[in-house]
């Protein structure tokens, strides 16, 4: 809210666990908060905010937001569908199994250590953050692995390990000329310690973010070309950010793709923005431009 330029009068609505609206700390029913607003700036993540619930409900009312619509916020949050249709369009990403969340975690991963190549990288099928996901490099990793994930999803998904250099790349909607424009892909180099940008290094720091990424214009084009790709072919709305890995031998991979990125001061799109002389205040005001004029 403190990077929102002066125009703007910000009312903080806050939503609980419970799905109960609060302005001031006083719960509203959603459509009295709507009468004090003219467009909502989602800031939500995860389950309900991000997951497509929240924006049916904004659609319901004809309230203008920001980010994605309906539809295309669930399918991105749900990675194996989002995936399916990366696939159908030719975009690669690592091959994947899913499995639902069962009483005897040890039987699933007796058949997939049997079947599935390690080492996997295992996640809840639908968060965010890197919350829930481990890469299993043994059949007790597997079964830790698999247990985590369902503490967060009632499914799994199983995803081929691929080794390479990480990198994520943000596209925002009508911005300077461009349908759609694609900031600079920013490299990712995760600690020693991480056998991958997770949580801990995305909000405890550790990590170094590099941008623009030391990537060769070739890798820089297509990573480029890939996450307008995602973006479009999900139908997304606004602004996105792809994750891709890019193997020496294989090529480029799109991991997911995150509807609503971040924007605190340890987000990565923020730095995207800066590295192409993009102030988030100026940032913030395209995106509620674009959710007021019903883009």
């Known amino acids: 809210m403190k990077s929102l ?28 908060a709507f009468k004090k607003v003219d467009a909502i700036f989602n800031a939500l993540h995860g389950e309900y905010g991000e997951d497509g619930k929240v924006q049916k409900i904004l ?14 916020s669930a399918i991105g949050m749900n990675k194996a569908l989002a995936k399916n249709i990366f696939k159908s369009h030719g975009i690669k990403t690592p091959f994947y199994k899913v499995e639902s969340k069962s009483d005897d975690v040890g039987e699933i991963a007796v058949k997939l250590f049997n079947t599935f190549p390690m080492p996997a990288v295992v996640k809840p099928i639908a968060s965010g953050s890197s919350v829930g996901v481990s890469i299993a490099y043994t059949f007790q990793g597997l079964q830790d692995a698999l247990s985590k994930a369902f503490e967060y999803s009632d499914k799994a998904l199983i995803e081929e390990y691929i080794k390479g250099r990480e990198a994520t790349c943000g596209v925002v909607d009508k911005f300077r000329g461009n349908d759609f424009y694609s900031l600079l892909p920013i490299e990712i180099i995760k600690p020693e310690e991480s056998d991958f940008f997770d949580y801990e290094a995305k909000y405890c720091g550790g990590s170094q973010e590099i941008c623009p990424g030391n990537f060769s214009r070739d890798e820089k084009e297509a990573i480029q070309e890939l996450a307008v790709a995602a973006h479009k072919v999900l139908g997304l709305r606004h602004y996105s950010r792809s994750d891709f890995i890019i193997s020496p031998g294989r090529g480029i991979y799109i991991l997911e793709v995150n509807t609503l990125p971040g924007l605190t001061a340890e987000s990565l799109l923020p730095k995207s923005l800066q590295a192409v002389g993009c102030s988030l205040p100026d940032f913030l005001d395209h995106l509620i431009t674009l959710a007021l004029a019903g883009n």
Do not use: N, V
């Open 59 to 72: 659609d319901t009312f004809a309230i203008p937001y920001t980010g994605s619509k309906t539809l295309p």
């Open 5 to 32: 330029p002066e125009k703007y009068s910000p009312i903080d609505i806050f939503i609980d666990k419970e799905g109960i609206w609060h302005i001031h700390g006083i719960p509203h029913k959603p459509h009295e």
